[in-house]
């Protein structure tokens, strides 16, 4: 028969993986995957994985609707880094792994992750049900419905101009970080090779920390 002193610290590991086991994972995910490849420069003189957009644009959420039928409102978001990712709601391998991603950075700014936020932004309605049982495990992502006759205004929004061609363009699963203020800031391209995006989650940990460090000075200075 088992002692009670043992049934404890049994139980007290069993608490301890519950609680540390997504931060566990998260920690080796990103440091055994390989490094990123540098972005682009800022002005700060340092290496960004994602591009900036220049200048930065605020987001007008008009048209977003919560999975209530509420209008979602800058108010909901207003003091967040937040991430911001448009898919289908019938959400693929690809799209499931995109919101992993932004999920694992979170978890990998420890004591400042309060501070971030993700929004998930759908163009159809067709796999709500089925979607979210896949975003179980990321409780704090919020999910908004486009109307179809906002879709239009609304990308616009997002479009960003290719540094060669000159053209601009909207790609759907883009990966876009909002600052504090409501301002789209910065993006991350996804529609890649599998194998090269295995490096996209360990440069947006790093963009990222930098840019709530940053942040918090100014806020702290103020």
Known sequence: MMRP????????VLILAVFLGPFVAAYLWIKYNDDPRPGHVSSLGQSNYGKLVLPVRPLDLTGLKDLQGR?????????????????????????????????Q???????????????FIVSDTQGLTELKGHLQN??????????PEAAQKFTAQLEVKDPV????????????????????????????DLSLDRK???????????????????????
């Not at 003091?79 to 911001?84: E, M, R, S």
């Not at 990321?138 to 109307?147: S, Y």
């Not at 989650?201 to 790093?206: S, Y």
């Open 165 to 192: 061609t000159g053209k601009r363009s909207f790609a759907e699963r883009r990966i876009y970080l909002m600052d504090p203020k409501g301002q789209v800031m910065m993006y991350y391209d996804t529609n890649r």
């Open 71 to 103: 209008p979602l409102t800058q108010r909901d978001l207003a003091g967040y880094w937040t991430y911001v990712y448009i898919d289908s709601s019938q959400c693929d391998k690809r799209c499931q792994r995109n919101i992993y991603y932004q999920r």
């Open 5 to 12: 002193q043992t049934k404890n610290k049994i139980s007290l």
């Open 138 to 147: 990321f409780p704090v992502l919020k999910v908004a419905v486009l109307a």
């Open 200 to 222: 996209l989650a360990k440069g947006m940990v790093k963009d990222l920390k930098r840019l709530l460090k940053i942040n918090k000075d100014v806020v702290e200075k103020k």
């Open 105 to 119: 950075v979170r978890l990998l700014q420890g004591k400042e992750m309060g501070r971030v936020k993700a929004l």
